[in-house]
């Protein structure tokens, strides 16, 4: 498997992927709350790729995963109880995770987890942190398991109301 950024021709494949997993969640439970053709979607990836921020998992030949990874809290992160007390921009945030629910809990998650702590390791950063909807218990499983430690429920001023809180985890090394 490889993980790498998204190329300008992997945009509308990544915008698919998006949406072929948002309608799978709609028909099962929507654990993260995403919304069809909102976010995550394709415009979300046009301007994740163009800031060389957008990522993709593929398996021969076949895109299995997508992710975001960056430095943008997107919301008042500095409302959370952080073990570390750092500026926004000193940290890493991994954004829109989302695997082939056919390869859902085989471990493609904690590979990208693991690739994301490389990342930002070699970065000089020594923390990621990721906010997750209150109940995505399968989130709050593959964050846990690899070593995220939760810092608090808040309202992280995204003004989204269906989402009025955010779950906010961290790992530091």
Not at 51 to 71: I, P, W
Not at 129 to 155: H, M, S
């Amino acid at each position: 498997m490889q993980i790498r950024k998204c190329a300008e021709t992997e945009i509308v494949a990544v915008g698919e992927f998006y949406d072929r997993i948002v309608q799978w969640l709609d028909n099962h439970i929507n654990y993260p709350k995403w919304m069809y053709r909102i976010y995550p979607s394709e415009s979300w990836a046009r301007e994740m790729t163009e800031a060389g921020e957008q990522y993709v998992c593929v398996d021969n030949g076949k895109m299995v995963g997508v992710f975001v990874l960056n430095t943008d809290p997107q919301g008042a992160y500095r409302k959370g109880k952080w073990a570390v007390d750092l500026p926004d921009g000193s940290y890493m945030v991994l954004h829109a995770l989302a695997i082939d629910p056919e390869l859902q809990s085989k471990g493609l998650g904690s590979q990208i987890i693991r690739f994301c702590v490389e990342k930002a390791k070699a970065e000089g950063f020594k923390t990621i942190r990721v906010d997750i909807v209150p109940g995505n218990d399968p989130a709050r499983r593959l964050y846990e398991k690899n070593g995220f430690q939760y810092a608090g429920d808040v309202d992280l001023e995204r003004g989204i109301e269906h989402i009025p809180v955010f779950s906010l985890y961290e790992l530091n090394w």
